[in-house]
T-cell receptor, first 116, second 109 residues
């Protein structure tokens, strides 16, 4: 149980385009979903936290107009990188938390974004 | 303030035992997690400690001392597939995870 899927796994796009990444909890209801970014050889960096049906809470330094997050249901959250630039190239990982004993986060497989 | 610290890199031999330490400081604490992350992949959950003591799960064990702000992950009978980064993270009073930078574990034959 506790499987989180993420789509697409890899995306290459041109500078200036927008990219949407989907995160789904497949076998549990995710009350909270998290979006992380990870640059090579660095730790996870939390971008935002979203609860179903409410606006996402963004971490300091993360532009909410650039990284649009929608958490419309208990099993789906989307991250849209708008007007992507090469510096947005990174590994984007979502995680989901349901009502489990440990409140642990279950991670999706990640999306490798390359902006040319 | 909050902070968390773990070694950047460790090397061990196949079949041996390795202990990865993690120290943290926080005013609110709701448990400490260890995750494993292979290169290019997302983290996977290994263990959770909220009470002092040792939690054993197969070849992996995790220890917590809340008074010392200290945890370790113990890996026994190391296998080549254990080569990965090991991330410790504590859950703060808002139930948010505060992540360490990760310890890259290199296993040599």
């Amino acid at each position: 149980g506790a499987v989180v899927s993420q789509h697409p796994s890899r995306v290459i796009c041109k500078s200036g385009t927008s990219v949407k990444i989907e995160c789904r909890s497949l076998d549990f209801q995710a009350t909270t979903m998290f979006w992380y970014r990870q640059f090579p050889k660095q730790s996870l960096m939390l971008m935002a936290t979203s609860n179903e049906g409410s606006k996402a809470t963004y971490e300091q330094g993360v532009e909410k107009d650039k990284f649009l997050i929608n958490h419309a249901s208990l099993t789906l959250s989307t991250l849209t990188v708008t007007s992507a630039h090469p510096e947005d190239s990174s590994f984007y990982i979502c995680s989901a938390r349901g009502e489990t004993d440990y409140n642990e986060q279950f991670f999706g497989p990640g999306t490798r974004l390359t902006v040319l | 303030g909050q902070n968390i610290d773990q070694p950047t890199e460790m090397t061990a031999t196949e079949g041996a035992i390795v202990q990865i330490n993690c120290t943290y400081q926080t005013s609110g604490f709701n448990g400490l997690f260890w995750y494993q992350q292979h290169a290019g992949e997302a983290p996977t959950f290994l263990s959770y400690n909220v009470l002092d003591g040792l939690e054993e799960k197969g070849r992996f064990s995790s220890f917590l001392s809340r008074s010392k702000g200290y945890s370790y992950l113990l890996l026994k009978e190391l296998q080549m597939k254990d080569s990965a980064s090991y991330l410790c993270a504590f859950m703060d009073s808002n139930y948010q995870l505060i992540w360490g930078a990760g310890t890259k574990l290199i296993i040599k034959p």
